[in-house]
Every structure is written in C-alpha cells, then in structure tokens.
C-alpha cells in the first residue's frame, strides 16, 4: 500500500498570507509512461463533502481561485495558497490513485 | 449536471450488513471511463477510500477492507451499491459516493473524485 502522509497537521496563517501544505507519498507515484503524477487535492469545509481542487497533481479544478496551486512530482508535493482569504478556511487533503487510492490525513488550515 | 445520492440505514447492529445505495444522475456507467466510488470519514476524522466501480464492471477494493466489501452497479437504475459485512463501531461514519474523473479527453485516467454525494451518516451500535 502506498502511504500519505501531510504536513503540518495545523496551520494558522495570517489573511492575505501565504500558506503551505506538504504531502509526501511512501514511494513515487510518477508513471513514466505519461510522466504524470497521480496525485489530487481536496479541500474540506466542516459538514460538506470534499471538494476537489487539483488531479495530476497540479491540474486545477475549473472553478478554482488561482491563488490555489499543486506542484510537487515523484514523492513529494505542495499545495499552496498564495493570498489566504477567510474562505479557505477548511482542511485539506492529498489523495494518491497510482496503486488503488489512499488518502493523506489532513491539514487544518486557520486564521492567525 | 451530475449529481449523486447516498441513502440507507443510519443505524446498523454490530455484526450485521451495511447496505448502501448510491443513486446518481448527469451520467451513464455503461459510458466508457466513468467510474464511480465509495468514500468514509469517521467523525473528526480522516477521509478513507473504500472502493471503486468501472464502466467495465472493473472493481478495486482497499487492501485492509476488501475481504469485507463488495460493490456492484445497475445501470439501468443508474445506482451503484455497497455491502460491508460484519460492521464494527470503528466503522461508524460518514458514507460518501462520489463520481470519477476520468480521462477528460486526455487518454489518461485519473482515479481522483470532482463529483461527491452530500453523504450519509452510519452508526454502527447495539
């Protein structure tokens, strides 16, 4: 099984700052035949379903607020925001679908 | 516009069967690529993926859960089910189908999900 892991577990970040998550897969899940990373994002808001941001990594949702953006390849990713609005207030979540799918535990992103 | 709809018991004795039904609409699982999958969160938790179905009635399972679940479509109805036997009060939780990526004209699938079902409360208790 491929593992997920996130960090930080929390992180309260100013408004109109930058926030930074980190997801980190036990092995790549870069295929080489498509050199593409089978990685997604979500974000989460309490009592909704998750919402996807990113697949392939760093593909974006339509819909989504540029300031949003996935980058990362191999075995090591990032989720940023670049401009931190009330809004985004939610916890986040990779999700690998190279071998089945797994998810990451979460990051909770606040308000300093 | 796709929607889907989780809907079944929102209590279940320990040891018995959960069975859930995923009713969805916008598209077709008999349309080549589309998949659809079964998503848990226990409460204050962690999402956690149960198990995905294909237009081709390919089924994936998670690895710790398969022995007790299994998924199966009826495309006519446009609903796909789940059945986990032997629930436990660990496996109380929200319950979410949600729609699958796909190739979107590229070739390459993604297992990744843009499409969810508001979910369905389970608790698991005696």
């Known amino acids: 099984d491929i593992v997920m892991t996130q960090s930080p577990d929390f992180l309260a970040v100013s408004l109109g700052e930058r926030a930074t998550i980190n997801c980190k897969s036990s092995?790549?899940?870069?295929?080489?035949?498509?050199?593409?990373?089978?990685l997604a994002w979500y974000q989460q808001k309490p009592g909704q379903p998750p919402k996807l941001l990113f697949y392939?990594?760093?593909t974006r949702e339509s819909g989504v607020p540029d300031r949003f953006s996935g980058s990362g390849s191999g075995t090591d990713f990032t989720l940023t925001i670049s401009s931190l609005q009330a809004e985004d207030v939610a916890v986040y979540y990779c999700?690998?679908?190279?071998?089945?799918?797994?998810f990451g535990p979460g990051t909770k992103v606040d308000i300093k | 516009q796709i929607t889907l709809k989780e809907s079944g018991p929102t209590l279940v004795k320990p040891t018995q069967t959960l069975t859930l039904t995923c009713t969805f609409s916008?598209?077709?699982?008999?349309?080549?690529?589309?998949?659809v999958g079964w998503i848990r969160q226990p409460p204050g938790k962690a999402l956690e993926w149960l198990t995905l179905?294909?237009?081709?009635?390919?089924?994936r399972y998670s690895p710790s859960l398969k022995s007790r679940l299994t998924i199966t479509k009826d495309t006519s109805k446009n609903q796909v089910v789940l059945t986990m036997t032997n629930m436990d009060s660990v496996d109380t939780a929200t319950y979410y189908c949600?729609?699958?990526?796909?190739?979107?004209?590229?070739?390459?699938?993604?297992?990744?999900?843009?499409?969810w079902g508001q979910g369905t409360v389970v608790t698991v208790s005696s």
């Open positions: 949600a729609h699958r990526v796909g190739a979107r004209g590229s070739g390459w699938y993604s297992d990744s999900f843009d499409i």
């Open positions: 916008g598209f077709s699982l008999s349309t080549s690529g589309v998949g």
């Open positions: 179905i294909y237009w081709n009635d390919e089924k």
């Open positions: 092995q790549s899940i870069l295929y080489s035949s498509n050199n593409k990373n089978y």
């Open positions: 392939w990594a760093s």
């Open positions: 999700q690998q679908y190279y071998s089945t799918v797994t």
